[in-house]
């Protein structure tokens, strides 16, 4: 496709796309099409947040046995029902299920379930397990949340770093350029070779080091092998420090839970819930922060779709919020 004149206005782009905004405008093209409802998202298909779920907990290196909590956490949620998945933009209330998102927000609420995250419970499970792990060097690890923090946030930080950079230096030209007529076609190609040619030479003096060949892509950022040394890889670790047995069957040894979101907005407010850092714990901060890095969204949007899984999950809890607050009016008045 040759591009010149006018089109050069409009492919010459120097922005990076937005999560919410592509996810908005593939609604907005799917419905203004009148496309028919999508295949359907069954257990098997990989958009279905069972899967996904097991993807992104390889990702941050987390240990195997949580996926068996995510997917009580998705059946007990009624979040991972076909309809539900299914999307339909012809149907008169058509759903949109942000699949990545939703499946992160299932992992956080299920570490919530586990640890926490109040900056206390988290790092006393941690040395119960550390200290286990030194007397039972033989025996399969406990997972040490601490030590997984430790791990986690030098690795985040090094490609957050990385990716900063690459950012930076990111140079906002197509690899064939754009003119606006045919007649100057010859100008800017020349143009063009003498500006490569000065960043190869410039390239050369301030670093000498040779380029990297680019790697082919993959779906993760993130790479954990037990045969790697200089990480360590927790997805073989145990859960058994957090768990207790009550009768034939394991629970957490956390009986506690604080819900994200206290109470929600309005219907016609534009947003459902506010997130401030300044709110929350240090430990679901920079869950959310590495998270919301994987999949390059704002951390109020991944807290946004977790509080509205909890509030699926415990409809009891937000009833009752509500007949605190109808009460205090009904005083007040």
């Known amino acids: ?53 097991m993807k992104y907990l390889m990702e941050v290196n987390l240990p195997d046995e949580m996926h068996s909590f995510t997917c009580q956490v998705v059946k007990m949620a009624g979040i991972g029902e076909v309809d539900f998945l299914t999307f339909d933009p012809i149907a008169k209330m058509a759903k949109t299920v942000k699949y990545d998102v939703q499946a992160i927000a299932v992992i956080v609420i299920v570490l919530k379930l586990l640890f926490l995250l109040d900056d206390s419970l988290e790092w006393s499970l941690s040395t119960i397990a550390e200290k286990y792990n030194e007397e039972n060097k033989e025996d399969k690890p406990w997972f040490d ?39 100057d076609r010859s100008v800017v190609y020349k143009r063009r070779e003498m500006v490569v040619n000065l960043q190869k030479q410039f390239s050369t003096l301030v670093d000498s080091t040779p ?46 839970y604080w819900l994200s979101t206290q ?46 899984i909890e509030k699926r999950l415990f409809k009891t809890k937000y009833s009752k ?4 607050s109808s009460r205090s009016r009904k005083v007040r008045k």
């Not at 919020?321 to 605190?324: D, G, H, I, Q, Y």
Request: charged share 30%.
């Open 321 to 324: 919020t509500k007949k605190k």
């Open 211 to 256: 380029t990297v060949e680019k790697k082919s892509p993959s779906s993760f950022q993130f790479n954990w092998t037990e045969e790697d040394t200089d990480k360590t890889c927790f997805h073989g670790h145990s859960l058994q420090g957090i768990l207790k047995k009550k009768g034939q069957s394991l629970t957490t040894k956390n009986s506690l």
């Open 145 to 183: 949340f601490r030590k997984w923090y430790q791990v986690m946030k030098k690795s985040f930080d090094d490609k957050k770093q990385k990716w900063e950079e690459a950012r930076a230096k990111y140079v906002w030209k197509s690899e064939k350029p754009l003119y606006h007529s045919s007649i």
């Open 1 to 53: 496709m040759k591009l010149y004149g006018r089109d050069k206005g409009i492919f010459a782009i120097e922005s990076w796309p937005n999560y919410e905004d592509i996810h908005k405008k593939m609604i907005e093209v799917a419905t203004f099409l009148d496309l028919p409802r999508f295949p359907d998202i069954t257990e098997d298909c990989y958009l279905h947040p069972n899967i996904l779920c």
């Open 263 to 308: 109470k929600f907005c309005k219907s016609y407010c534009k947003h459902v819930t506010t997130y401030e850092e300044s709110n929350f714990s240090l430990s679901y901060q920079f869950i959310l922060n590495l998270f919301s890095f994987l999949l390059r969204i704002k951390t109020s949007f991944l807290h946004e779709e977790v509080s509205l």
